[in-house]
């Protein structure tokens, strides 16, 4: 379907929005001397899309809703087929196509994610300064939403369309969290032969990254008053052999194993707790652990590999996954076709490597060859701070477009 919604009316209910929740109206920086592309990203961190699972039902800072639908308004003024896919109640992805100007022989997604984490509330009053754009979303991943949604309305607005190659802005929420999103695309049955995943990359087409698992590891003990420690088993103490284990041993041994592109694996002891008071001894005590994963390392192997571990060093725990969904490496091969030819547009002899999980992984594995680009460094990803420049913004959009234009 075509939707036929004015933009205005978006534009103005951003403004009105912030005025309401946050209590100030943004700085008026859409103005005079800024590209399409600074204007619409200004107007994306404007409004809030804090990822749910972050917020309290109810928040006004919650949910993607907002953006797709302004989205969904502005890509019907430039031509482009509106639809969405719904993922769950008030979510869905934003699908907006570019039909070719003859038989569609082949399609390209991109898919940028519309959630953000958390942010102070002043942090959605976009702002610039000294050729950089700050807010919430501003390079994770807001950013590389207006570099790839200009870039496709001034191609849909243009007299060059590809002939045989259908283009589809795919905006997908929940990559912050449990990539529902992705999955649902996936699980919808849409397929392409190239997805472009937005990401603060600084440009750089990525084919492989690491893949994320979550483990929970639990020991148990005897409680037992503090006094007479001796009469219990301190479930802390059990604990602390295997964090000490994780952080030395296990650490140096995955150093030893290298990726051509990323590098080695990782684990992290990311939280723990246990016991209940000060002066018991604890019978109790969980860590939960983040291990990054290499291609070609799988959940059953990793946790075969650690309870192999610390049998060896005759320590006990339960072991599980604690993530509702697997994250998976990516490893896309860069001599396919369309890879190699964004590759060569972008102008880059040798593809990247990230460290970090995103919807990349989710595409590829529902058989989609997908890579990951977008203006922007993860550095600034998720800081109080969060930045673009804004001489990589419109970079990336016009490095988008070259590759449009060159699809057949």
Known sequence: MVLTSDACSFLFGA???????????????????????????????????????FLPGGDPFSGEQKVAEFLAATAAQAGLTVEFQRVSPGRSNLLARLAPAGKLRSRVLLAPHLDTVVADKRQFVPRITKGRMYGRGACDTKGSVAAMFIALCELARGKRRPRKTEIVFAGLVDEENGQAGARALVAGGLRGDLAIVGEPTRLRVVTAHKGSLWLRLETRGKSAHAARPELGSNAVYAMAKIVDLFQGEYAEKLRQRQHPLLGSPTVNVGTISGGTQVNIVPDYCRVLVDRRTLPGETEAGVIREVRTLLRNKHLKATLATDQPAPCLPLETKPG??????????VGQIRPAGADYFCDASVLAQGGIPSVVFGPGDIAQAHTADEWISLDSLERGKNLLLDFFRSLP
């Open 15 to 53: 403004r009105h929005w912030l005025v309401q929740f946050v209590g100030f109206a943004p700085i008026p920086i859409v103005g005079v001397g800024m590209t399409r592309t600074e204007k619409l990203l200004s107007e994306l961190i404007a409004l809030p899309s804090v990822n749910p699972a």
């Open 336 to 345: 396919l076709p369309l890879v190699a030819q964004f590759l060569s547009c």
